[in-house]
């Protein structure tokens, strides 16, 4: 069962347009979210997060939004560039309860973002 | 030397071999995690130690041992390993294990070790 879910592979942008990521999560009890972006060969890099109690946060180019009713939220790039050609992935953390584990992230399974020139 | 490094990068090991995969982390973290990432698989978490003690310990077989001296070094000992554990190993940090009140917690990785087991 998995419980966060990149449900496209991959996605073509041009360079200047805007990219959209998506990621749906079914697990009430998450309550951080984060996205990472991977270029091959390399471990994933953190970009952006988001707590439960924001539906927004933004970083230069990089947006996310989260709606927590609907149990997804989206990475936005404005504008795309040729060097933003990675997977992304989204991850979720859940809420701290009875003191275990609280870090453990779960992840999707990646989108493959191309930015054309 | 910063953020957090993995040695080797390209593992070939036989089914019979004994190797160790190293983590070092350079960001005054005290929490320490090995993941597996197969072909078309999201990342799986195997282990995640906090202060140097295991916290957790996601039902990964035998074969694969996990040790951390300190809050800098993790290592993931591996014997008799299967063709199938052939998979790019990610080790990550973290402050800490958040406690309770503290809201987020985000992973650094490093840049994984590629293992291919014959």
């Known amino acids: 069962d998995q419980q966060v879910k990149q449900n496209s592979p991959s996605l073509s942008v041009q360079e200047g347009r805007i990219s959209i990521l998506n990621c749906d999560y079914t697990?009430?009890?998450?309550?951080?979210f984060l996205w990472y972006k991977k270029y091959p060969a390399e471990g994933p890099t953190f970009l952006i997060s988001?707590?439960?109690?924001?539906d927004k946060n933004e970083d230069g180019r990089f947006t996310v939004f989260l709606n927590k009713s609907a149990k997804h939220l989206s990475l936005h790039i404005v504008p795309s560039q040729p060097g933003d050609s990675a997977v992304y992935f989204c991850?979720?953390?859940?809420?701290?309860?009875?003191?275990?584990?609280?870090?453990?992230?779960?992840f999707g399974q990646g989108t493959i973002l191309t930015v054309h020139p | 030397e910063t953020g957090v490094t993995q040695t080797p990068r390209h593992l070939v090991m036989g089914m019979t071999n004994k190797k160790s995969l190293k983590c070092e982390q350079h960001?005054?973290?005290?929490?320490m995690y090995w993941y597996k990432q197969s072909a078309k698989k999201p990342l799986e978490l195997m282990f995640v130690?906090?202060?140097?003690?295991?916290?957790e310990n996601n039902s990964v077989p035998s074969r694969f041992s996990p040790e951390c001296p300190n809050s800098s070094h993790l290592f993931l000992h591996l014997h008799t390993l299967q063709p199938e554990d052939s998979a790019l190993y990610l080790c990550?940090?973290?402050?800490?294990?958040?406690?309770?009140?503290?809201?987020?917690?985000?992973?650094?990785f490093g840049p994984g070790t590629r293992l291919l087991v014959l």
């Open positions: 960001l005054g973290h005290n929490a």
């Open positions: 991850a979720a953390s859940p809420a701290n309860a009875g003191g275990t584990s609280y870090g453990k992230l779960t």
């Open positions: 130690y906090n202060f140097k003690e295991q916290t």
């Open positions: 988001i707590s439960s109690i924001k």
């Open positions: 697990n009430s009890m998450f309550d951080y």
């Open positions: 990550a940090s973290s402050q800490d294990i958040v406690r309770r009140g503290r809201v987020g917690e985000t992973q650094y």
